[in-house]
């Protein structure tokens, strides 16, 4: 079963509902450490514990999608989307050229409520370019590249990305997309427990002096 067929509700009339679909672009390893917990919590099976718009679908994708695929199933992130390249490609251009092909088609098919990729990848680019042409809104990850070439694309990105919600661009800032991708990638903080705290006195239980107070 596909996480979009774990998304598919009913009403009480027996009509089905479906959560539009958040696809999220995972090119790298270092994008499916980062970007696992949408794909946790859309695999939990429960919109209310997503509490959002959207479900989140994570695409494993890059010049080694299969690679992608297995570090998202390690952090208990399955991917719901796996696009390959029909094999090695020989230059960087043929790479970008079928990830061009591969991920314009999915965007296409059935245009989703939202894009979000990471960093300054082919893939990235590749997607943000297609859905800013469906007007698919974009929302992009900045990350720490590698190389001036990645950093150079991430620009590029972001560049698409902030275009797309100007006053040419014309589509809405995806703020409920936004909102939610952040709440599910922010670490929850521990909540201090009220003893540990420094700042809290603890009173003797007895009728001691004054002095026996610790805190």
Same mark, same amino acid.
Do not use: F, K, N
């Given at each position: ?5 774990? !998304?598919?509700?009913?009403?009480? *009339? ?6 539009? @679909? ?7 390893? @270092? *994008?499916?450490?980062?970007?696992? #917990? ?14 959002? #718009? ?8 890059? $010049? ?31 790479? !970008? !050229? &079928?990830?061009?092909? &591969?991920? *314009? ?40 590249? @590698? ?26 800032? #995806? ?14 903080? #521990?909540?201090?427990?009220? !003893? ?5 006195? &603890?009173? $003797?239980?007895? &009728?001691? $002096? ?6």
């Amino acid at each position: 079963m596909t996480q979009r067929e774990h !998304a598919v509700g009913g009403l009480a *009339d027996g009509t089905a509902t479906v959560t539009p @679909e958040l696809v999220v672009v995972v090119a790298t390893a @270092e *994008d499916a450490a980062v970007l696992a #917990p949408l794909g946790r919590a859309a695999h939990a099976g429960h919109e209310q514990e997503i509490d959002g #718009p959207v479900q989140p679908v994570l695409v494993a994708t890059g $010049p080694d999608p299969l690679g992608v695929d297995e570090a998202l199933d390690d952090l208990g992130a399955p991917a719901g989307r796996l696009l390959l390249l029909d094999g090695p490609c020989a230059t960087w251009a043929e790479e !970008a !050229a &079928r990830m061009v092909v &591969r991920l *314009d088609t999915l965007l296409a098919e059935e245009p989703p409520a939202g894009v979000v990729v990471r960093g300054g990848t082919e893939a990235a680019l590749a997607a943000a370019r297609s859905a800013v042409r469906l007007g698919v809104p974009v929302l992009h990850l900045a990350a720490e590249q @590698e190389s001036s070439e990645r950093a150079a694309t991430q620009a590029a990105v972001a560049e698409l990305a902030a275009w797309q919600t100007s006053p040419s661009g014309g589509v809405p800032y #995806p703020t409920e997309i936004d909102l939610l991708v952040h709440r599910l990638l922010t670490p929850q903080q #521990p909540s201090r427990h009220r !003893a540990a705290d420094p700042t809290v006195v &603890r009173m $003797p239980s007895g &009728r001691g $002096p004054r002095g026996s107070m610790t805190a």
